[in-house]
């Protein structure tokens, strides 16, 4: 007997970092969590070359000058490591030597 299909059920998706429910979608157009909307994706093809992420009508897919497109989910599967080398785009900070505080036994009192 089949059921009707209830609203949401038809297509879940799942951050590729974190398996999360995805929310958001990042700059590339993957659908992510909140926590890994700044993370980008390099992924490569099993021919060596580096796959492109395009958004198109049914969702993201990749392509491959060598081998044309690929869904997202099976260039996810090539490469399984991308929770160990995600890079994520942070700024430089310039480096500051920390301050020390000297407290005397009278000083004590304001700090608890």
Known sequence: MKFKK???QSKIDTCPFCDKRAV????????TCLADKDKFLDLKCPCGSWLDIKKGKFGPFCTCIKCGNINLNKALSFNKDLKNHTQEKTETK???PEKTTVVTS????FLY
Do not use: A, H, L, M
């Open 24 to 31: 958001t979608e990042n700059k590339q157009g993957v659908p």
């Open 6 to 8: 209830t609203y949401g």
């Open 94 to 96: 310039e480096f500051s």
């Open 106 to 109: 009278d000083e004590v009192d």
